[in-house]
């Protein structure tokens, strides 16, 4: 059997996180009060605005923009 070891760390949010996506190099996270945070390292976390504050649930698609432009289909 293969073992994968996980290591604890900092999300950045105090809020509880719902969902969890990576695509095209990118994780994303969305958080009960409408949070979104992205991550190319999945250790620093850079805070998003999503334009809700309701649960973010399901993230589908992460695209990141030669802009820096976060994209998602939610």
Do not use: C, H
Not at 6 to 34: C, E, H, M, P, Q
């Amino acid at each position: 059997p293969t073992t994968v070891a996980f290591a604890a760390k900092t999300s950045g949010t105090t809020s509880s996180i719902r969902s969890l996506a990576y695509g095209n190099g990118v994780y994303v996270f969305g958080t009960d009060v409408g949070g979104i945070s992205s991550s190319t390292d999945a250790t620093t976390w850079t805070a998003r605005t999503s334009g809700t504050n309701f649960t973010i649930y399901s993230i589908t698609m992460v695209y990141l923009t030669t802009q820096k432009e976060l994209l998602l289909s939610m």
